[in-house]
């Protein structure tokens, strides 16, 4: 009896191991698809814009994030997943992938090359953070980013993908847009926000009094304190702008009216990394879905993240998507998309003695670029339509023991049912599965 209740105690042990670390997710099913699907919805418009793939590691030295993200920021002081690899270097999981490609870039030299200074990328990105919807420890981005010049043209093209990707994913999303400045337009507002701030740090959050000494534009990040009248009273990035830094916004602004994108401009708009200058943005989905976290893509322009990794001065701009975010976004929709438009063929295999015939069609059917699915245990044609009704499929081909006796196939599409020579089915499939589209 004892030793029983201390197996159960084992048992039990092994049992949360193998849950899913928090934070983290098995994809499959329905979520699957939609990853799929929005992958592919992201290459097809990047690929219209001549933009290349880049993979790079899921872990680089910490000091890459460090160097770039901001050591202030909640991503590295907080969030970073930094663990000692066998020789005690210091590692980190990546938080964003932003920072990998520069580092790559500077690498390989890639900007000597032209094809590859526009470039896309897709993968998991980690950050310990506490999880919630649309908030996960590891998550999925789509991402882009392009070093091709310091243009208001290549920021309205970055805004355009992200916009075009939301609009083919049929999302209603709204553009949120900002410029936070050069670095000493920056530094400027920073210090005269401090200032003001000053004046009623004790009405802040514990947090924002921390970020009041560290990077008070993160304050009008705080759900509670922006709110606050004196957070509305307070002086905004827009009334330090350069005249170029105005022109520029403007520019990027005449742009998006022109080609009706709509947007909101908002100069409160910050963001949680710290290498962003000029152009930052947002898409916000219309509606709030199941009051997951809301941003759906994100980014901005960054001047100095080249240099401050070692590397010549160039700016960059990108966004990443978090594909998490618009997968639940999708499944809001009553209309969602299929794994796989071939249509589904299902081989209903009726007779033990036709097992081998029916397999026969199977290895044939896929052979020629056909979707097929059969039962392998010969069964009552009632039992096979409740198997595959879970397929749903487009055409049903019953090989019963009539059939094997002629060598023939019944090919059921819709309501019409034919008999026809099993060596003609090939032929016959591809007549009016392209009569169907
Ligand atoms: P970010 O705002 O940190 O920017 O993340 C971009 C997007 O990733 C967010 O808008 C959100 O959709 C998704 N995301 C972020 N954190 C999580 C999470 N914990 N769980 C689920 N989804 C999440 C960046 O990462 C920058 N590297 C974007 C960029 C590229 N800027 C310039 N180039």
Redesign the pocket.
């Known amino acids: 009896m004892h030793d029983n209740k201390n197996i159960m105690k084992k048992n039990k042990v092994i049992k949360t191991q193998w849950q899913t670390p928090r934070?983290t997710e098995d994809i499959y099913g329905i979520n699957e698809i939609l990853k799929q699907n929005i992958e592919k919805t992201c290459e097809e418009i990047v690929g219209i814009f001549n933009y290349q793939k880049i993979e790079t590691p899921m872990f680089e030295y910490a000091e890459v994030f460090k160097r770039t993200v901001g050591d202030t920021t909640d991503?590295i002081t907080k969030?970073l997943y930094e663990f000692h690899d066998k020789k005690d270097r210091k590692m980190a999981l990546r938080?964003?992938?932003?920072?990998g490609i520069v580092r790559a870039i500077i690498e390989h030299n890639l900007l000597k090359t032209r094809p590859f200074n526009k470039l896309y990328y897709s993968g998991a990105?980690f950050?310990y953070?506490r999880?919630q919807k649309?908030?996960?420890?590891q998550?999925?981005?789509f991402?882009?980013?392009n070093f091709v010049s310091k243009s208001h043209y290549v920021d309205f093209e970055i805004i355009l993908i992200a916009h075009l990707i939301l609009e083919k994913l049929n999302i209603s999303a709204k553009l949120v847009i900002n410029s936070l400045g050069n670095f000493e337009t920056r530094t400027q507002f920073s210090l005269h926000l401090k200032k003001y701030l000053a004046k009623f740090s004790r009405q802040l959050s514990i947090n924002s009094q921390k970020r009041l000494q560290t990077n008070p534009l993160r304050i009008f990040d705080d759900k509670i304190d922006r709110t606050k009248k004196f957070m509305k009273d307070a002086p905004k990035i827009n009334e330090f702008y350069s005249q170029q830094e105005k022109n520029n916004f403007e520019k990027i602004i005449a742009m998006l009216k022109k080609h009706k994108i709509n947007y909101e401009i908002d100069h409160t708009l910050v963001?949680?990394?710290d290498?962003?200058t000029e152009t930052i943005f947002?898409?916000v989905p219309l509606e709030l879905v199941n009051n997951q976290?809301s941003?759906?893509?994100?980014?901005?322009?960054?001047d100095m993240l080249m240099e401050n990794l070692g590397g010549q001065n160039k700016s960059?701009?990108?966004?990443?998507?978090?594909?998490?975010?618009?997968i639940e976004t999708l499944k809001q929709k009553k209309h969602l998309p299929v794994s796989d438009d071939r249509p589904l063929i299902f081989i209903a295999n009726l007779s033990e003695n036709g097992t081998e015939k029916a397999h026969d069609l199977v290895i044939n059917l896929r052979k020629n670029g056909f979707r097929v699915e059969w039962n392998i245990q010969a069964q009552k044609l009632s039992k096979i339509f409740v198997q595959s009704d879970v397929f749903n499929p487009d055409v049903m081909i019953i090989i019963g023991n009539e059939e094997i006796n002629k060598n023939n196939a019944q090919i059921k599409v819709g309501k019409t049912q034919k008999t026809i020579a099993i060596n003609e089915t090939v032929t016959y499939l591809r007549n009016i599965l392209k009569k169907d589209k």
Request: hydrophobic fraction near 35%.
């Open positions: 934070g991503i969030e938080p964003e992938g932003t920072a990105m950050r953070e999880p649309g908030r996960q420890r998550f999925h981005q991402g882009v980013e963001r949680g990394l290498y962003y947002e898409f976290q941003t759906l893509i994100a980014g901005g322009r960054y960059g701009i990108g966004f990443a998507l978090g594909i998490e975010r618009i």
